[in-house]
């Protein structure tokens, strides 16, 4: 597609389930960001993927968090035994190159955990 | 850290009004960026000003840059109903770079 796309666009699920989001960057865009976003506040930098480096995880609030990478395209967010407060916007972007370009965001993943 | 502190966090003005927001940063740049969000929306790039540039101009938009001072304004001049949205700055250095929490801004018509 045109632009970064983000699946699903929203999510509820119980708490202590393991939750996956998923995101389609824009061809040939070798960097990807993760970002959260709670509700009216700025975005939380989660983790950075560029090219076949080893991606950089310093934002992931705990080891619940993880995300892989596959053939350099799409990413995959996984979030196990989920908790409330990993209840935000869950957005994902992609750029050509690392910080030098813009970023190109998907519309997120809405996560609410009951 | 590289966050952008932006200023004010809520603004609310007429339409036909021009609109300033301002952000802060800490440390050395590369470049600056400047986003939009709509509301149930992803950012969207506006603009980006290179560390060696004072002004940028796009449609009407200007940013403005002082590395002396580490700051950088956005003008959105002649408001419309359809600029109402937050607005992100983005210092970026290397691949860091971390967003600040907005300014919100409401365009009244």
């Known amino acids: 597609g045109a632009g970064v796309s983000q699946s699903p666009s929203n999510k509820v699920t119980e708490k202590g389930k393991d939750v996956e989001l998923r995101c389609d960057p824009i061809?040939?865009?070798?960097?990807l960001y993760w970002y959260r976003q709670s509700l009216g506040q700025g975005l939380e930098f989660l983790i950075y993927f560029q090219g076949n480096s080893a991606p950089d995880k310093s934002g992931l609030p705990s080891d619940r968090f993880s995300a892989e990478r596959t053939g350099g395209s799409v990413s995959t967010l996984t979030i196990q035994r989920t908790q409330q407060e990993d209840s935000a916007v869950y957005l994902c972007?992609?750029?050509?190159?690392?910080?030098?370009?813009?970023?190109?965001f998907g519309d997120g993943t809405r996560l609410s955990i009951l | 850290s590289q966050q952008g502190e932006e200023d004010p966090q809520a603004l609310s003005i007429q339409e036909g009004e021009n609109a300033t927001m301002n952000c802060s940063y800490k440390?050395?740049?590369?470049?600056l960026q400047w986003y939009r969000q709509n509301s149930g929306r992803g950012l969207v790039h506006l603009i980006l000003i290179r560390s060696n540039e004072r002004e940028k101009h796009s449609g009407r938009l200007r940013v403005t840059l002082d590395t002396s001072k580490k700051s950088s304004s956005l003008l959105i001049t002649a408001s419309r109903a359809a600029d109402t949205a937050s607005y992100f700055c983005a210092p970026v250095f290397g691949q860091n770079f971390v967003f600040g929490p907005g300014t919100r801004l409401s365009v009244l018509p």
């Open positions: 061809s040939g865009h070798t960097a």
């Open positions: 972007a992609s750029s050509l190159a690392e910080g030098l370009q813009p970023q190109h």
């Open positions: 440390t050395s740049i590369n470049n």
